[in-house]
């Protein structure tokens, strides 16, 4: 077995492990053509159409029919296996995002016709969201799995500064329809990246239905304690993510010109995730394992602080500091939201459990996009507050997952 598996190792250390670097530049790309996607869409919105409404709906649409598709997506994965999934999902991503550049060099862009290409995005989404957090655990051995994740969240906040700042400059210097061709070459470039690492087969598909192995999905997660309760919790934290995406580029607009605005929004999340990789790089060193469901409530606080009174109430200053508060609350949170998911996972049921429990963890992220587009027009303060209060009763419903002792029992 691996060093790792007996004592913390460095992270160069960890990249030794065959399969993990290029499943961590796969990771890494595909990520930072989501991130660009969602910003690319907000902005390309608010100057096409100038509504905050059309902006939050078209994020919706780009996450809320995967989520529906997420049981059937969860009996795929399982079916052909983690590493094709992820594949599949790059390459049909990349398809649709030259079809959204290709109607936008047309002229095409009309609202109808975004919704339906950026809700044809979103159907894979599961396959790769899934199929990378299978790869991993199944790649480190056991002893480095908290390490790894840290790792794994570090790529988030390395996507986090690196996409929204190349959002924002592409789209000044050479237009939505080139940051649209940017986003499918990274997603193109992650599935070349795939065929390096380990193919992991499948189940076999002639036991069981493909309904019944999709009902069965379901069932698991609806039962199993832990998953309902990260459900809950972190959906309601990704709430707070889903206003901010679409508030902080209009709150910018209102004080900038377009063309700077633009960029001042992809600075500050490049600030927000500087900080959300140094808090991911010291909880892999600090360890949460048993400690999760506190980190994951300690940080939620902390991030309701940050967006009000802190990022709302305290002028530009106050939003960036706001922005960087949160980014350090969120490395130990998806650190911890991911250890403990993978513990309280059955191993031989992780597909289909992931790609469900992922989705619905991440269900929140749309709905405040799509409720802070309804509020911002009457009080950008107020929509703020909102990102803060669903943050609090998230923290809540963190401390109220089953502990260890009650899981097990």
Known sequence: MHQLSKRQGSYRDLLKIPGLFPL????????????MFVLTLVLFALAQFSSSTVAGWLTFAAIVPGLI????????????????AVRIDMIASAVFVVAISFVGWAGWSSPPTLFILVMLFSLTGPLGAAGTRILLPRLVPPGALDQANAL??????????????MAGVV??????EAAMAVIAAAYAGAAICLPHVQ???????????????????????ARQPTLRGLAVSYSLYEIT???????????VADHYATAA???VTGLLWAAMGIAGGLGALLAGHVRTTGRERGVMAAGMVVTAFAAWPVGAEFGFGGLAAGLVLAGVASGPINVALLTLRQRRTDPQQLGRVLSISISLNGAGFPLGSAIAGMVIPESLSATFVLAGVASVV???ASVSIPSDTASAA
């Open 199 to 221: 193919h992991l087969p499948g189940s076999d598909p002639a036991h069981t239905s493909f309904l019944r192995q999709t009902i069965e999905g379901i069932q698991m997660v």
């Open 24 to 35: 961590i530049v796969a990771a890494t790309l595909s990520r930072l053509a989501g991130r």
């Open 394 to 396: 998230a923290a809540i």
């Open 241 to 251: 993510w889903g206003a901010l995406y679409v508030v902080v580029p209009v709150y």
């Open 152 to 165: 794994d969240i570090a790529v988030y906040a390395i996507v986090d500064v690196v996409g929204p700042a």
């Open 171 to 176: 789209l000044v210097w050479l237009g939505p």
């Open 69 to 84: 598709v997420s049981p059937l997506a969860g009996v795929l994965l399982d079916r052909v296996g983690p590493t094709i």
């Open 261 to 263: 605005g633009d960029s």
